[in-house]
């Protein structure tokens, strides 16, 4: 499968722990895209990125999160002393260039539960 | 914020017979896309329509695009209970570096 692939699926953790969670586009994308997506809502956009630059991160984007893509390929969305409001499903997706009016493919993304 | 808002919010329907759902959203766009989810699951990409674009298909399915209005719909022919699922309309607006809003979706129920 040359999917989007996000890992883990599911992240149980306490209030105040720090979690980690993995994209890997799909090869030949160079857009990656980070949103987040609560029950009964559509997906918000976070963050992006052309390559290893990340060009974009939304207001929702607070300083605890934390978003890398280091040469380029995978990404990692890191939430430090999460809370409960962080609960939510991650979803990663990827894309060719931009403004070349293709659409987004998405992984099947992190649920998060914060006890 | 969420640009698109979808209508209905939720849609009940049978097998084989056709479901329509509409997006109204505020931005210029360059194109317009619809999505669906099946619970617990990622996004599947349904159909891409341009800003140039008025009709579009795809198998069952038929995306039409108003620019003036700014809205959009979907329809689903001969439904399949297989098509149960939310629908989300996303806009990929000017200027946006490809960036989607969402609406909230409408969640189908296809029943046999």
């Known amino acids: 499968d040359t999917g989007v692939s996000q890992d883990p699926r599911h992240k149980i953790t306490k209030r105040g722990q720090n979690v980690t969670f993995r994209c890997d586009p799909i090869?030949?994308?160079?857009?990656l895209y980070w949103y987040r997506q609560t029950l009964g809502q559509g997906p918000e956009f976070l963050t992006y990125?052309?390559?290893?630059?990340?060009?974009?991160k939304s207001r929702l984007l607070s300083d605890r999160f934390s978003a890398e893509r280091p040469k380029g390929s995978f990404s990692t969305l890191e939430i430090q002393r999460t809370e409960q409001g962080d609960s939510a499903m991650y979803l990663c997706?990827?894309?060719?260039?931009?403004?070349?009016?293709?659409?987004?493919?998405f992984g099947d993304g992190t649920r998060l539960s914060i006890l | 914020s969420q640009q698109g808002e979808e209508d209905p919010q939720a849609l009940s329907i049978q097998e084989g017979e056709n479901a329509t759902m509409n997006c109204s959203y505020k931005?210029?766009?360059?194109?317009l896309q619809w999505y669906r989810q099946n619970s617990g699951r990622g996004l599947v990409h349904l159909i891409l329509?341009?800003?140039?674009?008025r009709e579009k298909h795809s198998g069952r399915l038929r995306v039409t695009l108003d620019t003036s209005k700014k809205s959009s719909s979907l329809l689903i022919t001969a439904s399949r209970a297989a098509d149960t699922a939310s629908y989300f309309c996303?806009?990929?607006?000017?200027?946006?570096?490809?960036?989607?809003?969402f609406g909230a979706g409408t969640q189908v129920v296809v029943t046999p």
């Open positions: 931005t210029s766009i360059n194109n």
């Open positions: 329509i341009r800003s140039n674009e």
């Open positions: 090869s030949e994308h160079n857009r």
């Open positions: 997706a990827s894309s060719p260039e931009v403004n070349s009016n293709q659409p987004q493919h």
């Open positions: 990125f052309q390559n290893e630059a990340q060009l974009e």
């Open positions: 996303a806009t990929d607006a000017k200027d946006s570096w490809g960036k989607l809003q």
